[in-house]
């Protein structure tokens, strides 16, 4: 087969995002205008695409981030299992490691490789693994979709492309992210590689 082309975006920037406020999987907020900006922004750079499908969680904010490519009448799945992580009864609340003696406990738990904690009521990192396998197989089971636009959330894309290049999940944390940016995956029939990491360069002049 050809090589298949992942383009692996995190969605655009909400209100929530810019207050340090968690969303996980059970907020659904709308991009803010900084959050629409950066969504118009990679449309421009990259409609020319020949895109087979795009795909994204079942969140809004993630179909507000490829509404230009869905404009254009391309193929489009939502997947339960590229949602964000689940924080249970803390999603809506403002925590930082640096404030809050639990979350950062967790955190810490996931860097040592205990990746079945979670936050009460949450998800842990092995249980969104899980959720995430259906989606990574229907990926190399679509040879016909040579170039797909993934739309995902930040901790749930840290999960998957560790899934993806067959590194622990205790390495989430290697995978950086800011709204809107671009993760490039080459899927050859046999493996996944990662071609071009963090890309913002379409966010030049963009709010962060």
């Known amino acids: ?5 992942i383009y692996l975006i995190r969605h ?12 996980g999987s059970g907020v659904d907020s709308d991009l803010n205008a900084a959050g629409r900006q950066q969504a118009a ?14 795909y994204t969680s079942t969140l809004k904010r993630t179909h507000q981030s490829v509404q230009g490519f869905l404009d254009l009448g391309l193929p489009h799945e939502q997947h339960s299992g590229l949602n964000e992580i689940s924080w249970g009864v803390r999603e809506g609340m403002r925590i930082t490691p640096e404030e809050d003696e639990e979350y950062n406990g967790v955190l810490q738990q996931w860097r040592r490789g205990e990746s079945h904690a979670r936050l009460l009521g949450g998800e842990s990192p092995d249980e969104v693994a899980a959720r995430q ?5 229907l990926l190399r089971n679509r040879p016909e979709e040579e170039t797909v636009l ?9 999960v998957l492309l560790c899934q993806l290049l067959n590194y622990p ?3 989430m944390d290697s995978f950086e992210h800011r709204n809107l940016c671009l993760y490039k995956v080459h899927y050859t029939g ?5 071609n071009s990491f963090l890309d913002v360069a379409h966010l030049q002049d963009c709010p962060s």
């Open 1 to 5: 087969m050809s090589v298949k082309k």
């Open 12 to 23: 655009g920037q909400t209100d929530f995002n810019v207050a340090g406020i968690v969303q």
């Open 41 to 54: 922004r990679f449309f421009a750079a990259y409609q020319h695409l020949p895109f087979d499908k795009v």
């Open 133 to 137: 396998r259906p989606f990574i197989e």
């Open 150 to 158: 993934v739309c995902m959330h930040g901790r749930a894309m840290r």
């Open 169 to 171: 999940l205790s390495a």
């Open 190 to 194: 046999s493996m996944f590689s990662v």
